[in-house]
């Protein structure tokens, strides 16, 4: 009697030390545009590997900085290539282990339904107060769109209706309180089942602008946890991709 | 070294703070008097409303005067009605959500340098012929110096030093909305931190100099009147 | 001649207030009563600091209260003075700027002459260029009075400023108070709770017990009054108003004359003719059925007894008249059955002891 309860307790502790050892944690920042697609894939992830991963939405550079200075990151979805390029430079993150997981795409948006035409003409025809973008210092979506002003030649008309927000998030804020009649955001910030779900919206044509591409990277933290490089494998799977689709994203070509 | 654009958010953020306290004082003392004083029912939600911006984050506080001074918030119909526009993007904007932000810090100092007076000087007054009015300026203003002292100072700082709020309702804009803070936070995010490094240290500079001036001040004053 | 008529109710939670005084518009009047009998209330109430919801009240032929009518007269416009128990003073301002805080207040400035009088008269002087908080309390409470009597006010209004104070400093501020008393030809409405000061300074006196008024009149006639329970106290006595008549300096005494009479006081440094208050207490008060011929006593009076009664225990309260004068003995009751005593018999008082006040 006593030894098979022994035996229980053996065959016990070596099945929780498996599961420690097979099914792991990992951490990861994620640029704030991309945390809905992202949410949905990780459930996909959990359910197809056992592992599992803890997820912070903000902005890349923040997380950069912090990554820089000991934070226990283990992989960056950056809403751009210069965050991961920075972090291989000075020496935190794995060379060669970044890649273009997403390319964003832009859209100009406006919460009022009919206010912004299929074609864009409104940014040239105006009669609107103020124009809101992400800060380009800051965000690539900034930089994007003030390269589709300078193509169109609006930049210096349009300069003074413009409203910065330090993300593509605060762009969208103040566009869908309507304190700005319109503004750039991401795609997948107003896309829902293949349309925009709500409001008007013109997407921007690809050759209007550089492409926003979104480079994922593994950080050294992460190099022993097989959940960090299990999770990078999926984030290039079918059902990842499929995911990625959906809210509005390109995939890298 | 400071660029000729960090120096204009540095003026623009004293402006905007100089501004906001100079309202907050106005609107503060008469508030923080009343609540001193009265029996009404409505001290209480009134007061609680006072420590309200102390409660919420500054980034959802912004995020709510948005919303609100925005073309279909309340405040925004109204100053659309007004005919002033919409309040957010606007260094008036601005000036409304830090006078929101900053209410407690004013309010408070001034309600307990009111509260610690206590109503015998004021009956003094009266039986002195001075007017409820009069004796407000003539005896509480003057015994209540130290804490106008305080509220000036809290105002003030928490003023310059606020982000939150005026991230999001600001809009960025250079010579109108854009203050030090936010363009410290930008150069952060830019990972330019030298420029960061300059421009915190010249807003902290200021700002140590300004304080130490106000509570020497404080000091020689409480020493030459002494209050008791 | 009654210039004061105040009517108040009130109540508070565990506290109420129901009098309906009439006083006279000169000297001072004395609100006298223990703590919770409603006295400062009262002052309060006359000052418009406290608003009673019932309120009738009209000094010198103005009305400053008339709830009927709802009138009420904020304090800052009644002309008034006020003196706080606790001198309540400005803190922020210097002793001549707390003087001259109501003078520059007032229109009508005769300001300037009377404020250096009170200066005078309080001995101030000196304490002009100082800050409140380096005065001792005596001093402050001086200020308090000064700073009240230099707005000229029609009635000053007193409340309990001794009652603060170390003996000492009672001492120091009394012998003001009485100058004031001679000098001041307005009423003074003055709250306390000590005898001493009813004696030293009341003219009339006004009793107040549990927000009730239970006796009002003239000091030596309520004092006397034998259905009060001040009659019964072991300090129980009477105060006389006299002029001096002469002195006998070769016997070191005093004499001194009372509308119907005279007595002889250890020697008082005054003049001929000047009006002083004497104190008799009760217990030193004895009573004579035949003139005694035969005693050390000086003070041997013809009176008429008044009224009776018999006291808890031993004693009995007998109220004599001498002359105009009203006077009470404390004797025993077996004394009172053994002389047989009755209220309208011609007896003679034996006073034994008597005190100055001023």
């Known amino acids: ?253 | 070294m400071l660029s000729s654009a960090d120096l204009d958010t540095l003026l623009l953020t004293f402006k905007v703070a100089g501004i906001a306290t100079t309202i907050l004082l106005l609107v503060g003392t008469p508030l923080a008097w009343w609540l001193t004083r009265t029996r009404s029912v409505w001290k209480g939600p009134i007061n609680a409303i006072v420590a309200l911006p102390l409660v919420l984050p500054p980034t959802v506080l912004g995020f709510y005067l948005l919303v609100l001074m925005g073309p279909t918030g309340a405040i925004g119909q109204l100053t659309n009605w007004l005919g002033l526009g919409t309040l957010p993007f606007t260094f008036y904007g601005l000036v409304v959500g830090s006078v929101l932000y900053s209410i407690p810090f004013v309010v408070q100092p001034l309600q307990t340098a009111f509260a610690m007076i206590g109503k015998q000087p004021l009956e003094a007054a009266a039986t002195l012929r001075a007017s409820p009015f009069d004796s407000f300026f003539s005896v509480v203003m003057p015994l209540a110096k130290p804490g106008f002292i305080t509220a000036t100072i809290l105002g003030f700082t928490h003023t310059v030093g606020e982000f939150g709020v005026v991230l999001m309702i600001g809009g960025n804009i250079p010579n109108k909305t854009r203050v030090v803070s936010v363009q410290i936070y930008n150069h952060v995010e830019a990972l330019e931190y030298t420029d960061a490094h300059w421009l915190a240290g010249c807003l902290l500079l200021f700002s140590f100099t300004v304080l130490l001036i106000l509570y020497t001040q404080l000091k020689a004053s409480t020493v030459t009147q002494p209050f008791k | 001649m009654t210039d004061i008529k105040a009517r108040f109710r009130l109540a508070y939670d565990d506290f109420s207030l129901n009098v309906d005084l009439s006083l006279p518009g000169t000297g001072v009047s004395v609100l006298f009563g223990q703590s919770g009998s409603g006295k400062t209330t009262l002052l309060r109430c006359i000052a418009g600091l406290e608003q009673a919801p019932k309120g009738y009240l009209k000094i010198n032929g103005t009305i400053w209260q008339d709830s009927e009518r709802k009138i009420f007269l904020p304090t800052y416009k009644r002309p008034l003075g006020y003196v706080f128990q606790d001198a309540n003073l400005f803190s922020h301002l210097t002793v001549l700027d707390n003087l001259q805080y109501g003078l520059k207040r007032i229109k009508n400035n005769l300001g300037i002459i009377k404020l250096n009088q009170t200066i005078e008269l309080l001995g101030v002087g000196h304490l002009l260029e100082r800050m409140p908080s380096n005065l001792s309390g005596g001093e402050r409470q001086r200020i308090a009075i000064a700073r009240a009597l230099a707005l000229n006010p029609e009635i000053l209004l007193m409340d309990e400023p001794l009652a603060s104070l170390d003996l000492k400093r009672k001492q120091e501020i009394l012998p003001y108070l009485s100058r004031l008393h001679q000098q001041l030809d307005i009423p003074v409405l003055y709250v306390t709770h000590s005898q001493q000061e009813v004696a030293q300074l009341a003219d009339t006196l006004v009793i107040l017990e549990n927000g009730r008024c239970l006796a009002s009149g003239p000091l030596a006639e309520t004092q006397s009054r034998l259905d009060l329970p001040l009659a019964q106290d072991r300090e129980a006595a009477t105060v006389w108003q006299v002029h001096i008549a002469e002195h006998e300096s070769d016997y070191h005494l005093t004499r001194v004359q009372f509308d119907g009479g005279s007595l002889s006081l250890s020697l008082v440094e005054a003049e001929i003719g000047s009006p002083l208050r004497v104190q008799i207490y009760a217990r030193d008060v004895s009573i004579a059925l035949t003139e005694p011929s035969a005693t050390s006593i000086l003070n041997v009076l013809p009176a008429v007894i008044k009224q009776i009664t018999e006291g808890r225990d031993s004693q009995a309260v007998v109220q004599l008249k001498v002359g105009q004068q009203l006077l009470l003995a404390h004797i025993t009751r077996k004394s009172l059955l053994m002389l047989g005593l009755r209220i309208g018999m011609s007896v003679f008082v034996q006073i034994k002891g008597t005190s100055i006040l001023n």
């Open chain 1, 1 to 253: 009697m006593f030894k098979n309860i022994l035996f229980g307790f053996c065959l016990f502790l070596l099945a929780s030390i498996s599961q420690s050892s097979f099914a792991a944690t990992t951490i990861v920042a994620v640029a704030t545009n991309f945390s809905k697609p992202m949410t949905k894939i990780v459930a996909g992830f959990e359910k197809a590997t056992g592992h599992s991963a803890n997820l912070s939405f903000g902005s890349t550079g923040k997380f950069v900085s912090q990554m820089e200075n000991g934070s226990p990151f283990e992989i960056l979805l950056a809403a751009d290539e210069k965050g991961p390029e920075k972090l291989i430079k000075d020496g935190f993150a794995v060379s060669g282990s970044q890649f273009i997981y997403a390319v964003g795409k832009l859209v100009l948006w406006s919460a009022t339904p009919g206010y912004v035409d299929a074609q864009g003409k409104i940014l040239s025809a105006g009669g609107f107060k103020h124009l809101a973008l992400a800060d380009p210092k800051l965000a690539p979506y900034g930089v994007a769109a003030i390269e589709v002003l300078n193509g169109l030649k609006l930049q210096d008309k349009l300069q003074a209706l413009i409203v910065q927000g330090e993300s593509i998030a605060q762009a969208y804020q103040f566009v869908s309180t309507g304190n700005a009649e319109l503004g750039f955001v991401s795609l997948s910030q107003v896309y829902d089942n293949g349309k925009v779900s709500s409001g008007s919206a013109w997407i921007i044509p690809e050759e209007l602008h550089a492409p926003i591409k979104q480079a994922a990277v593994l950080l050294k933290n992460g190099v022993q946890n097989p959940a960090a490089t299990a999770l990078l494998t999926y984030l290039k799977s079918a059902p990842a991709l499929e995911i990625i689709k959906k809210y509005g994203y390109d995939l890298a070509q």
